[in-house]
């Protein structure tokens, strides 16, 4: 599927996520640069918070001019690793990252 831009890609994503909509146990996490115009656009549409992730990406070397780089991975400061979760959290809903975990506690 391909989109006009970031920006529609949002609302589409926000649209398939409805039910998430206004709740607020839900923290939309951002990884710029890309990210950031489709967290924004998800965030409004279901009306729940965002923040930022400032990540360091990992490359891998790319000889492809079509495709100047790959990201394999991203580093996060602070000790805060960028991995996401298949298991519900303990007390229910979706899954999240561990990021959202530590983001939470130290609020």
């Known amino acids: 599927m391909r989109f006009k831009d970031r920006h529609e890609g949002g609302r589409v994503l926000a649209g398939l996520l409805s039910d998430y909509a206004r709740r607020k146990d839900v923290l939309i996490l951002a990884i710029p ?9 998800l965030a409004r549409e279901l009306a729940c918070e ?36 298949t298991d519900p959290p303990p007390g229910g809903g ?10 939470h506690s130290q609020q």
């Open 33 to 41: 640069s890309g990210g950031v115009p489709v967290a924004a656009e």
């Open 50 to 85: 965002m923040d930022v992730l400032v990540v360091r990406t990992l490359n891998l070397p790319q000889h492809d001019p079509w495709q100047p780089e790959i990201v394999m991975g991203a580093v996060a400061p602070g000790g805060v690793p960028p991995l996401f979760s």
């Open 94 to 103: 979706p899954p999240r990252s561990q990021g959202y975990d530590a983001y």
